[in-house]
């Protein structure tokens, strides 16, 4: 009778990610296996790469990617607001696997410096941040900012090269119905807890392989220096495991050719009705006009704007600058609002006009 083979580490913590989240293609479920693996061998490394989980708007499953990573990966802390001093208390402290989400808003104002601060440097071993401590001799300290961090927000044009480079990027659609099994903390902790017991056994049996420079990863043609960097300890953790070397290396050149996705239907409408806005400086514009530029229903229209937070307004006498209201109308008009409406939409889940439009 033939012996079933073992199956390795690497994949069955890849099986774990995919029964609960639908991804838009295996290199990134190899890249992410790859990564909560690092994150226990997080002591190993000098580099560590970012995951940037993004989507054009709400319900494409950030924040599932997000729970289930953090069943399994080491120290997890998820929040969705922190400040610069607790990020880098925390890192300093116990070196966690860092969640944050919404980190698209960390970059709309000057208050969130420090948080930048910590995202642009802490993906190197010697990256860390200067603060003034009155009960030092030297009059202040440095705490350091390096430790694995899973990152979430919306795909608007907000987060800067400067943390892209350093980040794996997975760009989410909604999944279809039933394509994954449905996910309930309480019922995977055993499942999870398991597979940690497994991570830490393979962690110590070949904590001298991850250790060892001399058997430093080539870097992958086509990648640039900063993408060789990050993925070199991923790189390392795939040589533990026969046969995932070279998979490895396809599936994160995969991964890094990915320049996005289109927009999803919903997102191209509100992008349609923004450009026709601006263009027409108008300041409202009614839902039958809104209906005809998208090729959609009115109620249709709706629904799709309700996910951004966008909805109607009954208005009297309609009109929006400078054309007069539409033709055959009553006086009760439904229309969509820019000022406290639209604009903020606009905002939060589309990419930046041309500046010429």
């Known amino acids: 009778m033939t012996a079933t083979p073992e199956v390795n580490i690497i994949t069955k913590v890849r099986d774990f990610i995919t029964g609960y989240v639908s991804l838009p293609d295996e290199s990134y479920a190899d890249a992410l296996a790859l990564y909560v693996l690092h994150t226990h061998a997080f002591p190993a490394a000098r580099t560590t790469p970012y995951i940037y989980i993004t989507s054009q708007g709400p319900g494409s499953g950030k924040t599932r990617v997000m729970e289930v990573l953090a069943e399994v990966c080491r120290s997890a802390q998820l929040f ?22 919404e980190v698209d808003t960390i970059y709309s104002g000057s208050k969130n410096e420090e948080l930048r601060g910590v995202l642009n ?23 350091s900012t390096f430790c694995p961090k899973v990152l979430a927000g919306i795909d608007n044009g907000q987060v800067p090269n400067t943390v892209l480079d350093r980040s794996i990027v997975i760009r989410l659609q909604k999944a279809k119905p039933g394509a994954v099994q449905p996910f309930y903390s309480e019922d995977v902790e055993d499942l999870a807890a398991d597979l940690m017991d497994e991570i830490a056994t393979w962690y110590a049996a070949n ?12 870097p992958i043609e086509g990648l640039s220096d900063r993408q060789n960097d990050i993925v070199r300890p991923l790189l390392t953790i795939a040589a533990t495991v026969p046969g ?22 919903q997102a191209d409408a509100l992008n349609t009705v923004r450009e026709y806005m601006v263009a027409h400086d ?7 006009k809104v209906a005809e530029l998208v090729g959609q229903n009115a109620k249709q229209v709706g629904a799709w704007f309700a996910a951004f937070d966008v909805t109607p307004v009954t208005l009297r006498g309609f009109d929006s600058r400078p054309a007069a209201r539409v033709e055959g109308q009553s006086d009760k008009v439904k229309a969509y ?10 905002d939060r889940f589309l990419p930046a006009l041309p500046v010429n439009l």
């Not at 969705?80 to 989400?101: R, Y």
């Not at 993906?123 to 440095?142: A, M, Q, T, W």
């Open 121 to 143: 440097g802490g993906y190197k071993h010697n990256g860390k941040i200067p603060r003034v401590d009155p009960k030092s001799d030297l009059g202040f300290r440095e705490f």
């Open 244 to 265: 995932w070397v070279k998979r490895a290396r396809v599936s994160l050149t995969a991964v890094f050719s990915d320049i996005g996705t289109p927009l999803t239907p």
């Open 337 to 346: 609002l820019r000022t406290g409406g639209m604009e903020a939409a606009w």
């Open 80 to 101: 969705s607001g922190m400040t610069g001093p607790t990020m880098f208390h925390m890192i300093e402290a116990i070196k966690p696997t860092l969640f944050l989400d």
């Open 282 to 288: 108008l300041d409202r514009i009614s839902s039958a």
């Open 207 to 218: 904590l001298d392989t991850l250790t060892d420079r001399a058997k430093r990863p080539e």
